[in-house]
């Protein structure tokens, strides 16, 4: 039980530490998705950017469906859900997102946490799904979520940066 609760005290204060250490370290990823088109970090600039990594088989990642719905439809925002672990069939993932009713601003096919060109290679750790990374208009990674994004956690934390960037200017 100790073991389970010192898990999620580091996952916990990862969400408030790590976002720190990566801001300065995000890259311009290059994701295609499953469409053919061309994603790039870049392609975003000035919006808030949500990668959103789940599986198939996740039931927790389809439970924040609706939420993650709500941002993509925000004109700040834009929503990058990659499909990982889904087996040699990426026609999986399309269908998945239909049932679903999964209507990030674009999808990736993302292959195998084990592929060494996966997707998430590009953004940082999935360790387990739901994971989420939060990047700024800026396109640095403020935000690691281990689990389900939560609406008031993450609109606080906009909000409270919005807050700092207005405090930095002279």
């Given at each position: 039980m100790k073991t389970l609760l010192?898990?999620?005290?580091?996952?916990?204060?990862?969400?408030?530490?790590?976002?720190?250490?990566?801001?300065?370290?995000?890259?311009?990823?290059?994701?295609?998705?499953?469409?053919?088109?061309?994603?790039?970090?870049?392609?975003?600039?000035?919006?808030?950017?949500?990668?959103?990594?789940?599986?198939?088989?996740?039931?927790?990642?389809?439970?924040?469906?609706?939420?993650?719905?709500?941002?993509?439809?925000?004109?700040?925002?834009?929503?990058?859900?990659?499909?990982?672990?889904?087996?040699?069939?990426?026609?999986?993932v399309r269908e998945t997102i239909t049932r679903h009713n999964f209507e990030a601003t674009a999808t990736v096919a993302g292959g195998s946490r084990r592929d060494p060109a996966s997707p998430f290679r590009q953004v940082g750790p999935v360790d387990f799904y739901p994971t989420s990374y939060l990047y700024d208009p800026n396109g640095e990674i403020v935000m690691f979520i281990p689990g389900q994004v939560r609406r008031d956690k993450l609109l606080a934390f906009m909000e409270s940066w919005k807050n700092r960037q207005v405090r930095k200017k002279p």
């Open positions: 010192r898990f999620f005290a580091v996952c916990l204060l990862s969400v408030f530490l790590l976002p720190a250490a990566w801001a300065e370290k995000a890259i311009d990823f290059q994701f295609t998705d499953i469409d053919g088109k061309a994603l790039r970090l870049s392609d975003f600039k000035g919006k808030w950017v949500l990668v959103n990594f789940w599986a198939p088989w996740c039931p927790m990642c389809w439970a924040e469906v609706p939420l993650l719905n709500e941002l993509a439809k925000r004109p700040d925002f834009a929503v990058i859900g990659i499909g990982l672990d889904y087996g040699p069939d990426a026609n999986v």
